[in-house]
């Protein structure tokens, strides 16, 4: 049922994963959360904090390690990946240096932020040395016990301006 995946769609993939990186504390100004503080709000901002720690340290298992071992991920373009191994590919070209086709070195920032249940959305700012103009782009996650395990993105890194 997976369509054919191309070195360019996992690269692109990758992209998309990269808009959860954050330098700069979950909460935001009116930041979205919806019914009362709880357990479970609090393992959901822990586990953005971590996964956005992860996308800026360039560290591909922690980012693996960050979604359930049958999560779905799903891309702008239609395509997506799901399971470890798949997931696992998509970081370990994501985390590459930009001269060798990756994406590591971007820093971002969230700037906007809702949470409902067990799911958030999460807008950035995303920048790199690498990059013309900053971008923005934002994921929709859906955690179960404190991994995601589901992801819908709209970054498309066909679209980052490149110096």
């Known amino acids: 049922m997976h369509a054919k995946r191309t070195r360019g769609t996992l690269l692109a993939a990758s992209g998309a994963i990269v808009a959860l990186a954050a330098t700069v504390p979950i909460a935001t100004a009116g930041d979205g959360d919806r019914g009362a503080p709880g357990p479970d709000r609090a393992v959901i901002k822990a586990a953005i904090k971590r996964h956005l720690a992860n996308v800026e340290n360039c560290d591909a ?39 060798q086709g990756g994406l590591c070195g971007l820093r971002l920032k969230v700037v906007d932020r809702f949470l409902e249940g067990r799911s958030a959305i999460v807008k950035v700012r995303v920048t790199a040395d690498f990059l013309a103009e900053p971008y923005i782009s934002t994921d929709g996650y859906v955690f179960r016990g404190g991994r995601i395990s589901g992801e819908v993105s709209t970054l498309d890194s066909t679209k980052l301006k490149f110096k």
């Open 61 to 99: 298992q922690g980012l693996v390690d960050d979604y359930t071992a049958d999560a779905r991920v799903f891309f702008p373009d239609g395509g997506g990946v799901s399971g470890r191994a798949e997931i696992t590919a998509l970081y370990e070209n994501f985390v590459k240096p930009r001269d």
